[in-house]
């Protein structure tokens, strides 16, 4: 990508181009960094990576923003309300700015590289940006911003995978770990190839080594990460290898991954989830529309009728699975007709649980250079309330049938709404909430269901660990 046209806003910003430098041994100053993210796991898994590259360089991560001389926003651009919020917090961090004088504020992650131009016109008092493949750059960047220069780090970078960075994870049960980045899909409504690159895979010895090192610091669960995270291919090892590879790792007790992409589920990674133990059965599915044409204006590479089949395959090797999916209503094109197939389609294969969205057209995409944004927003809005209330209804049946079952769950901590009571994730990932007696964060324990609500599973410890 092309950042000269923001020269003339940050003068004297390093330009870096292809090179990819060391970490410093010292750096001018120690700062306390505030990191806020935005928006997806994989910002989430980001933002761990960052806090382990500038604790590496000497600086230190704090977790009270008041505490903080550099606040760093790692941001999404995946949908226009995310770009109002941050925009809405750089004005209110820039108040703090202007009355403390030495506060330093970045804008990092996927915003900082689809909207650097609008960003910087909006928010001139920003120190520094950075794209998601220059983040082994900030030591560097704090040092130029504490002399004076602005700093501009956007380069895309199609071999940077920061395999050879250990992130900074908050202690926990559950541990998200990237096995790629990029993706090649080229999803018409998606931005994500055009500010996270194309796809690249980490070497499977490299997470094998992540994975015993996250089991040793007591994490229960490994949540593998990829923007089409069954595509991940090291050059020698498939998906369905890695699965093995991961779960095969001393002490490891549950393996889930997400999110796959219809078109890549091949067997091995079937063989994988239905005859290993450790690889729970629960797969997030995106379908996005149950709609052939809309698929194909989508450019998913799949029909609506290939993906009812993999989704029979899927019930069929493995009949506990737990499936849920991601809808979108409201694309280019999309008719009544269009919409009562996605309708039908979710009625038919009865997911447990669905995100769904009216379509955002967003700048720089596929969608928005070449099709019309033709569905008006109020057909949108009827359209999102119809599968809502429809999903509503099958979660709520779906979980309904799961009383008087035992489910594995994994304690988590106190629920939100009684301390008196743990929550915690079956197998499937459903959201159960039961007494403490007799269980600690990290156990995973027989629970006994008696009733449920479309979210959420309520029970009683009914037995020992499993």
Same mark, same amino acid.
């Given at each position: 990508?092309?950042?000269?046209?923001?020269?003339?806003?940050?003068?004297?910003?390093?330009?870096?181009?292809?090179?990819?430098?060391?970490?410093?041994?010292?750096?001018?100053?120690?700062?306390?960094? #505030?990191?806020?993210? #935005?928006?997806?796991?994989?910002?989430?898994?980001?933002?761990?990576?960052?806090?382990?590259?500038?604790?590496q360089s000497g600086h230190r991560t704090v977790s009270h923003i008041d505490d903080a001389d550099v606040i760093l926003l790692n941001t999404c651009a995946i949908r226009e309300n995310a770009e109002t919020k941050v925009i809405n917090r750089l004005e209110h961090l820039n108040h703090r700015k202007r009355r403390e004088g030495n506060l330093i504020i970045g804008v990092c992650g996927c915003m900082a590289q689809h909207l650097r131009d609008k960003l910087l016109k909006a928010a001139p008092y920003v120190d520094l940006v950075m794209g998601p493949d220059a983040y082994r750059n900030l030591p560097m960047a704090l040092n130029a911003v504490a002399?004076?220069?602005?700093?501009?780090?956007?380069?895309?970078?199609?071999?940077?995978?920061?395999?050879?960075?250990?992130?900074? %994870?908050?202690?926990?049960? %559950? +541990?998200?770990?990237?096995?790629?980045?990029?993706c090649d899909k080229m999803c018409t409504f998606c931005i994500v190839p055009f500010v996270r690159g194309r796809e690249r895979s980490i070497p499977l010895k490299n997470l094998t080594d992540d994975v015993q090192r996250l089991v040793n610091e007591g994490f229960k669960e490994i949540v593998l990460l990829g923007q089409t995270v069954n595509s991940y291919h090291d050059g020698n090892h498939d998906f369905g290898e890695l699965l093995w590879r991961i +779960?095969?790792?001393?002490?490891?007790?549950?393996?889930?991954?997400?999110?796959?992409?219809? +078109?890549?589920?091949?067997?091995?990674?079937?063989?994988?989830?239905?005859?290993?133990?450790?690889?729970?059965?629960?797969?997030?599915?995106?379908?996005?529309?149950?709609?052939?044409?809309?698929?194909?204006?989508?450019?998913?590479? #799949?029909?609506?009728?290939? #993906?009812?089949?993999?989704?029979?395959?899927?019930?069929?090797?493995i009949p506990q699975i737990a499936l849920s999916t991601d809808i979108i209503v409201g694309f280019c094109g999309e008719t009544e007709a269009d919409f009562k197939q996605t309708y039908q389609l979710m009625a038919d294969l009865r997911f447990d649980s669905a995100f769904m969205f009216k379509y955002s057209d967003r700048e720089g995409t596929m969608a928005n250079k070449s099709l019309e944004d033709d569905v008006p927003e109020t057909e949108k809005a009827r359209r999102l309330n119809e599968i809502i209330k429809l999903q509503e209804g099958i979660s709520a049946e779906i979980n309904q049938d799961v009383i008087g079952t035992t489910a594995s769950v994994l304690v988590e901590g106190d629920s939100r709404r009684d301390t008196e009571q743990y929550h915690g994730k079956t197998d499937t990932f459903k959201t159960t909430v039961f007494p403490k007696e007799n269980a600690q964060v990290g156990d995973i324990v027989n629970v006994k269901i008696h009733s449920a609500t479309a979210h959420t599973l309520i029970g009683e410890i009914a037995g020992s660990d499993c």
């Open positions: 990508m092309n950042t000269k046209s923001n020269l003339s806003i940050y003068k004297n910003t390093p330009n870096l181009g292809e090179q990819k430098p060391q970490l410093p041994n010292g750096t001018a100053s120690i700062r306390n960094v #505030y990191i806020e993210t #935005y928006g997806c796991q994989m910002n989430v898994s980001d933002s761990e990576l960052m806090a382990g590259i500038l604790t002399n004076g220069d602005p700093f501009l780090g956007l380069q895309l970078d199609k071999s940077e995978d920061y395999a050879d960075i250990a992130p900074i %994870r908050k202690e926990g049960i %559950r +541990a998200w770990l990237t096995i790629q980045r990029g +779960a095969e790792v001393d002490g490891v007790e549950r393996v889930r991954f997400t999110s796959p992409h219809p +078109a890549d589920a091949t067997d091995s990674m079937i063989d994988a989830m239905e005859n290993c133990p450790q690889v729970c059965p629960q797969l997030h599915l995106p379908l996005q529309s149950g709609s052939t044409p809309v698929l194909e204006r989508m450019r998913r590479t #799949y029909t609506a009728e290939e #993906y009812r089949e993999l989704v029979s395959k899927l019930r069929e090797r």
